[in-house]
């Protein structure tokens, strides 16, 4: 099965030779949290590179309402933090741990002398920005102009592509909503019209795909963007 928590782009540890990752893990120092613990604030300016060893880690903004919008999850191999070692931003989210989390925190010193040492370190994360950076491009540009439905499509299908051989999602509409910013009620709603036309099959906490190549062309036939997410297969 695919976790939904993979969805925006390959984990940064996977692009990485063993032996660098492993490295790199070796720099840093472990640290765990319960289900719900803070691991940064938004406006947090500690500069440094974490990386999700176990668990996962939410990230929110504060609602007009006083609630927490969740905009993003990152799971097992990710990394965040990149802002603050090489823009000296300050952290624009909050971040808490979703289940028992292992986070693999490494310090400016240590990233800086990791870089004089391994040069293509550099490389790689810069390609995992960018993956993040495109998918972030993508996903705005949906907001702006497709239908919901269309957006569920294009985020299932994304997943099952990263999954290889596998068609079945570990998932449940409140996952979705919560990747889109929108209801549960407005997910559960574009669900069940994918499942109504034959492309998906609901299940407990789970999404099965029917047909990837029938998604994608349902996909084709309403939007403009599909073969973008075609190349995601190359």
Known sequence: MVDLLEFGGPPFLALLPDELAARLIEAGVSVFFDDGESIHLRGDIRPGLSIVKSGAVRFSVPGIDGSNITTSILGVGHCFGEATLFAHLPRTHDAEAVGRTNIIQITEKRIDRLFDEEPKLARYMLEATTHRLYSLVEFTD???????????????????VQAKLE????????????????SRVSAGKSLNRLQSFGLIELGYGKIRVIDKEALFDWIDDNSVTAPLIRSMEN
């Open 167 to 182: 068609n079945t999602i570990d998932a449940n509409q409140s996952d979705i909503a919560f990747t889109l910013g929108v």
């Open 142 to 160: 949906d907001l702006r102009r497709l239908p919901i439905d269309v957006r569920i499509a294009k985020i299932l299908y994304s997943m099952v």
